[in-house]
């Protein structure tokens, strides 16, 4: 089976993206005229560019390159349909109104044809999140930047993978119930959940048993809860399962090392990416906090305000061409060619403001928390930290999920000794010791965030019909 889900699925449904021999400066002209032609939200936008850009140098072009126009999430909000290339208007939507096609009408579009489009919603920091659309090829993109992350993990085309997603994000609802025929040609199984709880954890298990899977793909925050719930109910570690893919948040050092207890053979790792692009990098060494990009999807450059644009050079049906992704991370051009991205936060938003005026990103507090448990024995396994208002005062709230209770009191004073007098801007600092972080997994997990924290939505969250 695994020989025709390699040969059969794979090579036939997704077609690899060849490797392109062309230099970073001719894909982005690649696709600056694709779009200049064929997008009606760049149309002309670039003749001139495009009139000037072989007579340029190298160092000239990029600099020019890096003088075009930002497109940003509110651009996709109020001229979405511009984003579309002229071809969509001769597809069929795939998932009208988020339904899921019949099995003929699935393979009569999506593999006979390939003449279907369908949406994606982004993340929504202000709970409305933005919208593009995908036809065969760019899903096909999509596809390829998920399965060379998890090669990279470790896994192989041909073994089987579970999603442990929620049942309200990225078409959950739509792969479960094509489960067996995704099994049966892709090894892919989601496992939907709506809440996760002692029984979902326990069919998520027996699935990554029953289709004997080498890789588990999962938000860090459900991982978490996972690992929680499998200590508190005395199950047994979970052996022979080779890889563990992560993405979407920062993830804390306490939190991956608990959870290595509960999966101690697992190989966890992270990538980084957008609905918008799919997976753009991976993982760099043992890192959680620095990442190879894929040069062969994407180019990344440094943006204004602490974010990242990133143009991708393979997607056509709705390319997006130096896009700001409001993330913080520093971007690294090396020598050999390749880029990099180090000391990547997450949000750029997500800080608190220090009594000095600096930002504060949740790297420090990971730091911090390491240093606590450093000198206690490694009592924290969660962190979280919400700030606001409450009847005219200021406050800071840093809750801690603890293996051993009995350090509470001292928790509380280093973490007053370390951190009152760099937050005394606040009315007041509160420590808390929940058992577990209750959440609403259909909103991002943000270990830094106002109020309840869960203004974003994940993608796919909400589907649109084309206008």
């Known amino acids: 089976m695994k020989l025709l889900r390699k040969v059969a699925g794979f090579n036939i449904a997704l077609s690899p993206v060849k490797k392109s021999q062309a230099s970073r400066r001719q894909r982005l ?5 694709h779009a200049n032609a064929f997008t009606p939200f760049y149309k002309g936008r670039y003749d001139q560019f495009l009139e000037t850009e072989a007579d340029l140098t190298d160092e000239e072009f990029f600099y020019a390159y890096s003088h075009l126009p930002i497109v940003e999430k509110a651009d996709l909000k109020e001229k979405n349909k511009e984003f579309m290339s002229d071809h969509l208007r001769d597809y069929v939507d795939l998932l009208p109104g988020g339904k899921a096609p019949s099995v003929s009408e699935f393979i009569k ?3 006979v044809k ?19 659309w995908v036809d065969y090829h760019d899903c096909n993109v999509f596809a390829q930047s998920f399965l060379h992350s998890f090669k990279l993990n470790g896994w192989s085309e041909g073994e089987s993978f579970v999603v442990f997603y929620p049942l309200k994000s990225y078409f959950t609802g739509t792969y479960a119930e094509h489960a067996a025929t995704l099994n049966r ?20 298990l027996s ?8 890789l588990l793909v999962i938000f860090p925050c459900v991982l978490q809860r996972v690992a929680e719930i499998m200590h508190e109910e005395g199950m047994e570690p979970f052996t022979r399962l080779p890889c563990i893919n992560v993405s979407g948040e920062f993830f804390l050092d306490c939190s991956k090392n608990f959870i290595q207890t509960m999966f101690p053979d697992s190989d966890i790792q992270s990538t980084y990416g957008a609905v918008e692009f799919g997976e753009i990098a991976h993982q760099k060494g043992l890192s959680s906090f620095e990442y190879d990009i894929f040069d062969d999807y994407a180019y990344l450059e440094q943006g204004p305000k602490n974010t990242i644009l990133v ?3 393979h997607q056509r049906a709705f390319p997006l061409i130096r896009y700001r992704i409001e993330d913080m991370g520093r971007i690294i051009n090396n020598e050999d060619g390749s880029q990099s991205i180090v000391n990547l936060e997450g949000k750029n938003t997500d800080y608190l403001i220090g009594s000095d005026d600096y930002l504060y990103y949740a790297s420090f507090f990971n730091n911090f928390v390491n240093e606590v448990n450093k000198a206690m024995n490694d009592p924290i396994i969660h962190f979280m930290l919400r700030h606001g208002e409450e009847n005219g005062e200021s406050y800071m709230q840093l809750n801690f999920v603890l293996k051993d209770d009995s350090k509470k009191e001292k928790i509380e004073q280093a973490t007053k000794e370390a951190l009152g007098n760099a937050f005394s801007n606040y009315d007041h600092l509160e420590v808390a010791f929940p058992k577990h972080f209750a959440h609403d997994y259909t909103r991002k ?17 909400y589907q649109r019909k084309a206008s």
């Open 311 to 313: 143009t991708s050079y």
């Open 445 to 461: 997990f943000k270990i830094i965030g106002e109020g309840d924290g869960l203004s974003e939505v994940v993608g796919g969250y």
């Open 114 to 132: 390939k003449d279907f489009y369908t949406s994606l919603s982004t993340g929504g920091s202000s709970g409305v999140p933005a919208f593009r």
């Open 185 to 204: 040609y892709f090894g892919f199984t989601m496992v939907p959940f709506e809440e996760v709880t002692k029984e979902t954890v326990e069919k998520l």
């Open 207 to 214: 699935e990554l048993r029953r289709t004997k899977s080498t």
């Open 29 to 33: 002209v690649n696709i600056i005229r």
């Open 109 to 111: 579009h999506a593999v």
